[in-house]
């Protein structure tokens, strides 16, 4: 990926750079250690930005004829996501972002180092998932969901084949062995249902969807209501928010469904949902493990809380129900 980038070279290059986003040929931005910063030189018009688009759909064999409605999504060698819009649908002129993955080197410690989370509250992820219980991991944008899901994964019995799901495959799972990645053909949200019932059946023991976004959620939750051990991710902004979300995304796809069967699906499928946070300033943290308890008599979801963080203080708290599960274990 030496060429593909044009006059962005540098800023992929940096590793230190995890996102770039290119609004106009004047217009351009980049993430950096938590931070954005702003370019106004790097482009001299628009067709330089085609051309930078053009070699970076060459890079994976598809032509700049083939962007369909003014919008391509596509996936590099590397691992990196790339979107591009184009008039009539995007009015500044040709756009890009360009979202890296993070380094297949990041680990458990890091994560300790950066106080994105504490050692119990790892601890108690890994209860969760040693004990087979359906999750989702929530978060808002640029949260860290899909790194945080890797570590998951690695932290898994080596024994247990996992078969992942996305709509543009992006999950660093390379160095697991009995893990399968899937993809979707071209590139369509409307592709993940299928996709979903094919990787029910190709012997998982445990099923991972990256991301939900629409009516592909119902088979999801579905999944998990037969017994399969579940894992996905979904852009959210707290731990109940979570769950309306998955709600609203299985009512999407299932007319003739009344509302309080939807929530029951729901309730009754996810076991837990790890929320994980960009803050204000940045910092990223898991600000909240909890499990999910079924329905209360008025309909609304019964949430247990076992760990949260607290912004005012800066400090990860571990429940007392938390605390309870490392003693004893999940039943």
């Known amino acids: 990926m030496k060429t593909e980038f044009g006059p962005l070279q540098e800023l992929y290059d940096n590793k230190a750079v995890m996102e770039i986003i290119v609004d106009a040929h004047d217009d351009v931005y980049w993430e950096e250690k938590g931070k954005m910063h702003e370019a106004n030189n790097l482009f001299k018009n628009e067709q330089e930005i085609i051309e930078v688009m053009k070699l970076l759909l060459k890079s994976v064999n598809r032509s700049f004829e083939s962007i369909v409605d003014g919008f391509a999504d596509l996936r590099l060698s590397d691992g990196t996501r790339v979107a591009m819009a184009l008039p009539p649908i995007s009015i500044n002129g040709p756009t890009l972002v360009i979202r890296k993955i993070f380094s297949t080197d990041i680990g458990r410690d890091d994560l300790l180092n950066w106080g994105v989370i504490t050692q119990e509250g790892i601890d108690i992820c890994?209860?969760?998932i040693s004990k087979n219980k359906s999750l989702i991991l929530a978060g808002n944008a640029s949260s860290g969901k899909t790194t945080h899901l890797n570590l998951l994964i690695d932290g898994m019995d080596k024994s247990k084949r996992v078969v992942t799901v996305e709509k543009v495959a992006t999950m660093d799972t390379y160095?697991?062995?009995r893990t399968l990645r899937l993809e979707t053909p071209t590139c369509k949200q409307s592709e993940m249902i299928d996709l979903i019932q094919k990787a029910s059946m190709l012997r998982a023991d445990t099923v991972v969807v990256n991301e939900l976004m629409g009516a592909e959620a119902f088979e999801t939750v579905k999944l998990m209501r037969e017994g399969y051990h579940v894992m996905a991710t979904l852009t959210a902004e707290g731990v109940s928010d979570a769950?309306?979300?998955?709600?609203?995304?299985?009512?999407?796809?299932?007319y003739g469904i009344g509302v309080d069967e939807i929530k029951y699906?729901?309730?009754s499928g996810v076991d837990a949902v790890i929320f994980q946070e960009r803050l204000e300033n940045g910092k990223r943290v898991v600000s909240n493990i909890s499990l999910v308890e079924g329905l209360d008599e008025n309909g609304r979801f019964i949430i247990k809380p076992l760990f949260v963080y607290d912004e005012v203080s800066a400090k990860f708290i571990t429940t007392p129900e938390?605390?309870?599960?490392?003693?004893?274990?999940?039943?």
Do not use: D, S, W
Not at 243 to 254: A, P, R, V
Not at 323 to 331: E, M, N, P, R, V
């Open 126 to 128: 890994q209860a969760l």
């Open 175 to 177: 160095k697991r062995k």
């Open 243 to 254: 769950l309306k979300k998955c709600e609203l995304l299985c009512l999407m796809g299932q």
């Open 265 to 267: 699906h729901v309730a």
């Open 322 to 331: 938390g605390k309870k599960l490392l003693a004893t274990g999940l039943k």
